[in-house]
């Protein structure tokens, strides 16, 4: 019996049912203006972690033609910094300076505090007599408030080389969005032409080779915030983020990688030590002691986001056909982490828990499939055609961390967690379930939002066939198999926008015409809500208001 880890690349997770009502975005759509942008600041603005008083501010300057991306070259320089109460910026409510270099790649960070909760501000920064463009950002509201709604953008896998950030373009178009959540993959360590469009590379990744080094990975950085849509959006809502594994390399773990050779690439302490020093210098996150990403935002008691961290501490992936695949001292968490996030499950009184999850958690089981149409599906997942197809680079590759996490749901007896998930390049809708074999006369104890690739490959473009030509066969057979799943998409990019109130969690799934064109429209695929107090998904008809 041959044994194969799946990755990826190859695992594109397969489930269920139904199509919906469609709600069209003209391809034609103007593109948020860019106005004229200095080139002292040619990488945009950025603000995250929002916090009732506070919040990140992020830009890069080149204050000399010198200190490009990753050279180590240029004059360290003072960066003036202003926070407004208004777009017209007549009315300043926080200025100051901050000094940045090469020793951060010329990057700035600014944690504004003094904020009033639940206000939109508007900001600058500026250098030499030249000012950046201005961004908008909104605090997170009061501990105590309830707001009505929580609205954002949910996103995963956005590789340059596959495309245009038309998705990026449609949530930068709204004007509802409190934030957006990136649950990992936002560029990837690839050389060019390696993992592009279907065989076709788009754009080509810079620089060339693989990003190994601390010079590769800020000017892999740099390339992505040059994007015109990726800037927009980053300029228009703050952003909530976390990494998966191309932040990186592929399939990464504690002490290694799938794409990581140390005897040609070097350490991999060394390699990953630089990618993460690269990303807290590029991202607006803020900083955490030790480096530590695993993070929760408060959003009034309407919410709490937590987002977790799940490829610095986990065990490293075996084949799901390998006995060892369910030891219980394998992790994907860590126990450290792990604690936290059950810890705050049960102690937030929040109505809703989201958790950013970057890799899938829900089930995936093929095992009762006929021999000839398991055959054909593994051999579309790219895995073993004579074993339990599984992906064990997400949580069914951790059995036990898994079932920890959703008996502490199940015996706490804690209502509403919904998991924000990406990683697969897919459309997802899942109910969680105690027990999926016995699904549905087994609980649910949560539900599972998963936003297919702004860009990466899905199953069609790693076929090689035309989208919707072989992905909805698949996609009936799993979701008869797997009744907690409720729908499953296999073919298109996109997003979702997921809307939070007090009585309801709902998620709208948009699909891209073409992630190749520049301007390309969106539909909108489908929508479901999750009711308070119901643990299960609803498929509804109308999208959000």
Known sequence: MTTHTPTRRRFLHLSASAAGATLLVPATAARPARGDVPPQFA????????????????????????????????????????????????????????????????????????????????????????????????????????????????????????GYFAAYRHLARRDDLNLVVHVGDYLYEYAAGQFDAAGTTVRPHSPANEATTLADYRRRHAQYKTDPDLQALHAKVPWAVTWDDHESANDAWARGAQNHTPATEGPWS??????????????????????????????????????????????????????????????????????????????????????????????????????DVAGAIARLLGVPEDGLVANADAWDGYPADRRRLLDHLGRERIDNTVFLTGDIHSSWACNVPDDAALYPLSRSLATEIVTTSVTSDNVDDILRVPPRSVSPLAETVIRTLNRHIAYTE??????????????RTQADWFHLADRTARGSGARRAVSFATPSGTRRLRRVRRAIA
């Open 43 to 162: 990488h945009g603005v950025a603000s995250g972690d929002p916090l009732p008083g506070s919040v990140l501010l992020w830009t890069r300057v080149t204050p000399v033609a010198d200190a490009r991306p990753g050279s180590g070259e240029g004059p360290a320089v003072d960066v003036r910094w202003s926070v407004f109460r208004d777009a017209a910026l007549a009315d300043p409510v926080a200025t100051g300076t901050v000094t940045t270099g090469p020793a951060r790649d010329h990057t700035v960070r600014v944690n504004v505090r003094g904020l009033s909760p639940d206000t939109t501000y508007w900001y600058r920064f500026g250098l030499d007599g030249a000012w950046s463009r201005i961004g908008r950002t909104r605090t997170a509201p009061a501990t105590t408030a309830s707001p009505r709604r929580l609205r954002f953008g949910l996103v995963s896998c956005s590789n340059w080389q596959a």
């Open 270 to 371: 060394e390699r990953v030590a630089a990618a993460r020093q690269a990303y807290f210098e590029w991202m607006p996150i803020r900083s955490t002691s030790g480096g530590r990403i695993y993070r929760r935002l408060r959003f009034g008691r309407l919410a709490d986001l937590s987002l977790l961290d799940l490829r610095s501490y986990r065990s490293r992936q075996v084949s799901p056909l390998d006995r060892a695949i369910a030891r219980p001292d394998r992790t994907i968490t860590g126990g450290r982490q792990l604690d936290w996030v059950t810890d705050g499950l049960s102690d937030s009184d929040a109505r809703w828990r989201l958790v950013g999850n970057s890799v899938m958690i829900s089930p995936l089981g093929l095992d009762f499939v006929p021999n």
């Open 490 to 503: 296999l073919d298109s990019h996109g997003y979702v926008v997921v809307d939070v109130t007090a009585e």
